[in-house]
């Protein structure tokens, strides 16, 4: 449980971290450089420490950060539609169910009716946390749409983490220990893959418009890059780095479902965060859904621990 809650807080501050790049040089960009950034830093673990590309399980890493971090195209489908409270709540909860769903059928790992329980509460209290304030003033088929492109990007998110945890082990039949931080690094370079062709997409084909985010301020771009380093590179070592090495790790330990889960409280977790460096105000509901879903969390290390 320790590296999942792990994750949550590093995901946490990167959250706030690449909300201050991306209005800087506008979405894509900025998680293309994040990744760059982050996979360059593995890189230098992998092959010092780690593994490198080795191991007969590179492969499905590679595949696994094509489709879960593929899915963030998806994800930035449905922000606009749908705003980020509501999009959040389907990608989030969603990877966990999805993720629970395909580890049940594929891998035939089961959780146990409390660990269930335990993760529906969690689920719960990040719904009590994220549910729009007020009714979406939007017309049907705009959130039909929203809707649509945030369960592709939860499927895609919940798919490539059971791909990580199929890739452990197909490494453990080999006799061959792939330590997190290799993990992270060679799941990266799909998830960098992805991330460069669709900012090559964006550039140059106007066709697919609906992927450009608004424009960024127009600072002069000497200004804009000094000013959007600081945030790119915390949000890379925060994220992409401790996040993701953490996220394997947990991966490699513990059920998918179970581990989304708890990742899952992340957009709760990153309530203090916010209000810190930019201010937000913490509202009465926010707070009771993190009280439930952090109650749901200790339920969960509970019944794991005593097997129940």
């Not at 997409?201 to 985010?213: D, G, K, N, T």
């Not at 009465?284 to 749901?296: D, E, K, M, N």
């Amino acid at each position: 449980m320790l590296p999942a809650l792990l994750t949550t807080v590093f995901f946490s501050i990167s959250v706030v971290c690449a909300n201050r790049s991306a209005k800087l040089l506008g979405g894509t960009e900025a998680n293309f450089w994040r990744l760059a950034c982050a996979t360059a830093m593995l890189a230098v673990w992998a092959y010092i420490w780690g593994e490198g590309v080795g191991g007969n399980s590179f492969y499905l890493f590679l595949l696994s950060g094509i489709i879960g971090v593929g899915a963030d195209v998806f994800l930035f489908q449905t922000l606009p539609r749908l705003g980020s409270r509501l999009s959040l709540l389907v990608v989030q909860c969603g990877s966990a169910v999805f993720a629970a769903a395909v580890e049940w059928l594929w891998l035939s790992t089961r959780l146990t009716g409390w660990q269930m329980v335990a993760c529906l509460v969690i689920l719960v209290g990040v719904a009590v946390a994220l549910a729009p304030g007020k009714h979406l003033n939007l017309s049907r088929q705009t959130i039909t749409v929203g809707i649509f492109f945030g369960l592709l990007a939860a499927f895609g998110n919940g798919f490539g983490a059971v791909l990580s945890r199929k890739a452990y082990e197909v490494a453990a039949l080999a006799h061959q220990n792939i330590d997190a931080g290799t993990a992270g690094f060679q799941r990266l370079i799909g998830g960098l893959l992805v991330a460069g062709v669709t900012l090559l997409i964006v550039r140059r084909h106007s066709v697919l418009a609906q992927f450009i985010e608004p424009d960024p301020p127009r600072l002069p771009n000497k200004e804009k890059w000094r000013r959007a380093w600081p945030w790119v590179l915390a949000n890379s070592f925060a994220g992409q780095t401790l996040g993701v090495s953490c996220y394997q790790w947990a991966l490699k330990t513990t059920p998918t479902g179970m581990v989304l889960a708890i990742v899952s409280i992340t957009p709760i977790v990153v309530i203090p965060f916010a209000c810190w460096i930019e201010g937000e105000k913490i509202e009465a509901r926010s707070v009771t859904g993190g009280i439930i879903a952090v109650l749901g969390a200790i339920l969960l290390v509970f019944v794991r621990t005593h097997k129940l």
